[in-house]
């Protein structure tokens, strides 16, 4: 893959040299530039604005420190961030990531996928991501409460329910958006939206907790049916056990899905008669153990060490829900190899650029993460809509909304695809789609001098 148009490829060498060291930005910039060309080709009016040039420069990038006190007395200092990337189409909105791996790059490679995804789900979501790279694996639970207070007490300045709008992601569940809630509301004396994922109790919504993994696989079944096919019956490995990897279960259960791996950070489980998702549960949500635990309560099934083996199982359908860059070029080919016949993304940016290439030299039906995990911030987009009109929605309304956002996010990645001449490229599709609303809004909005 290239970048073939000359002014799309010169604004990615400027921002390569400005931006390097972060190769998960320049990757998600890649991609997306590479879809992109013929669209400058046949618009230069974006050209002329400058819309490629600007839409790769956060609007805003904080960074700040957050000290804490751990349970021992020891002063701790990690770092914090959020990135405000683009507001053409209304408030910041994306989630806060808590891991050790969090770095400028991952931020900002987030918050730019977070640009097109939110404009793919037709809701008025500007980008953006934050998180920090606090490890919350073993700490407990006054250590977990301490530094989500320490971190709302910088970032609470930076949001607002019309300005951004944090949310979960990987490290960040319901437990720790109920503390950042808190510590928000202590410190400005103010209950309103300014977080999504929250307690329905608090101004949550119905389906949140499930959502991105529903809209997965509400979106693979779209993806499905117009190839002929279907999820019934068809066997499926998903990857990690997390809040998206959990609900993306559950719901290819209900259509008939046989289940047969689900993994961590540490390993991944097989259980050839089906994953007991209740059991999964059970480890993961309440007592956050080890997946490795599975075997001990199920009989038939079996443990292996080291996460990246889960794509040797042989399967129909792959869900990868972990994290980025989890499924390589070999791992793709041994998939195809296998007979996996569709591979729909919960994760952000799951597949390498030779894994996506792959896929899509052999046939595979490919959902990419834009288009097939937006089901999640589209809840939270629902969310707020429910804050502001301070209202309610009963599950039932809230998942019918959702079916229909994914459904109708499959039909505007076809169309864009077919329209540019890549016809079932759901990757270039997703692209542009997602971001010729951005682009006219900038352009709409003209350029501050
Ligand atoms: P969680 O924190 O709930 O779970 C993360 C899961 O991934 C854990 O099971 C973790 O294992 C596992 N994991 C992490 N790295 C690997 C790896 N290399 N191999 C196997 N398993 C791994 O996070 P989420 O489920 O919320 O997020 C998962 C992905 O989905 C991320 O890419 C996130 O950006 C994306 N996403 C999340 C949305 C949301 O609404 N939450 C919305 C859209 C996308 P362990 O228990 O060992 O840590
Ligand atoms: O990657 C994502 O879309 C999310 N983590 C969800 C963001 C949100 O604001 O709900």
């Known amino acids: 893959m290239e970048i073939k148009n000359k002014h799309?490829?010169?604004?990615?060498?400027?921002?390569?040299?400005?931006?390097?060291?972060?190769?998960?930005?320049?990757?998600?910039?890649?991609?997306?530039?590479?879809?992109?060309?013929?669209?400058?080709?046949?618009?230069?009016?974006?050209?002329?604005?400058?819309?490629?040039s600007r839409i790769v420069e956060p609007e805003r990038f904080v960074q700040f420190r957050v000290s804490w006190v751990d349970d021992e007395g020891n002063v701790r200092v990690n770092r914090g961030y959020r990135v405000q990337f683009n507001s053409a189409l209304g408030p910041y909105k994306g989630g806060l990531r808590f891991n050790k791996e969090v770095s400028a790059s991952v931020i900002k490679f987030l918050g730019f996928e977070q640009i097109f995804k939110n404009s793919l789900t037709t809701l008025p979501m500007g980008g953006g991501k934050g998180g920090s790279d606090f490890d919350p694996k073993g700490k407990s639970e006054g250590e977990i409460m301490r530094f989500c207070q320490s971190f709302m007490t910088e970032l609470y300045r930076h949001i607002g329910p019309d300005t951004d709008v944090p949310a979960g992601d990987k490290g960040v569940g319901g437990r720790e958006i109920g503390y950042l809630f808190g510590q928000y509301k202590r410190l400005t004396n103010r209950f309103e939206g300014v977080l999504t994922g929250k307690a329905i109790v608090s101004g949550g919504?119905?389906?949140?907790?499930p959502a991105t993994g529903y809209g997965l696989l509400y979106f693979l079944d779209e993806m499905?049916?117009?190839?002929?096919?279907?999820?019934?019956?068809?066997?499926?490995?998903?990857?990690?056990?997390g809040n998206v990897a959990i609900y993306a279960c559950e719901k290819a259960q209900q259509m008939?899905?046989?289940?047969?791996a689900m993994s961590d950070t540490n390993g991944y489980i097989y259980d050839p008669k089906g994953i007991k998702l209740d059991v999964v549960k059970q480890i993961k949500e309440v007592e956050r153990g080890r997946i490795s635990e599975y075997t001990k309560r199920v009989p038939g099934s079996t443990y292996t060490e080291g996460s990246r083996g889960i794509w040797t199982i042989p399967c129909d359908i792959a869900l990868p829900c972990a994290t980025q860059n989890e499924i390589d070029g070999e791992d793709a080919k041994t998939l195809v190899k296998n007979g996996c016949f569709a591979v729909a993304e919960g994760a952000n940016m799951p597949s390498t650029p030779e894994a996506v290439e792959c896929f899509l030299a052999n046939g595979v039906a490919f959902a990419p993460a834009k288009a097939s995990n937006a089901g999640g911030v589209a809840t939270s987009g629902l969310e707020m809509t429910q804050n502001s009109i301070?209202?309610?929605?009963?599950?039932?309304?809230?998942?019918?909304?959702?079916?229909?956002?994914?459904?109708?996010?499959?039909?505007?990645?076809?169309d864009a695809a077919a329209e540019y001449g890549m016809a079932g490229n759901l990757v270039a599709g997703a692209n542009i789609a997602g971001f010729k609303k951005v682009a006219d809004a900038m352009l709409w909005q003209g350029i501050a001098y």
């Open 390 to 414: 301070r209202l309610p929605w009963t599950a039932e309304e809230v998942d019918e909304k959702l079916h229909g956002i994914m459904r109708n996010i499959y039909a505007a990645a076809k």
């Open 205 to 209: 919504s119905q389906i949140r907790v």
């Open 256 to 260: 008939g899905g046989h289940v047969v």
């Open 8 to 52: 799309l490829s010169e604004v990615y060498g400027e921002l390569a040299a400005r931006n390097a060291g972060e190769p998960e930005f320049l990757q998600a910039v890649a991609e997306v530039f590479e879809s992109l060309s013929p669209v400058a080709d046949a618009h230069p009016e974006y050209v002329k604005a400058g819309i490629f």
């Open 224 to 241: 499905l049916k117009d190839r002929g096919l279907g999820i019934d019956g068809k066997t499926i490995v998903i990857s990690a056990s």
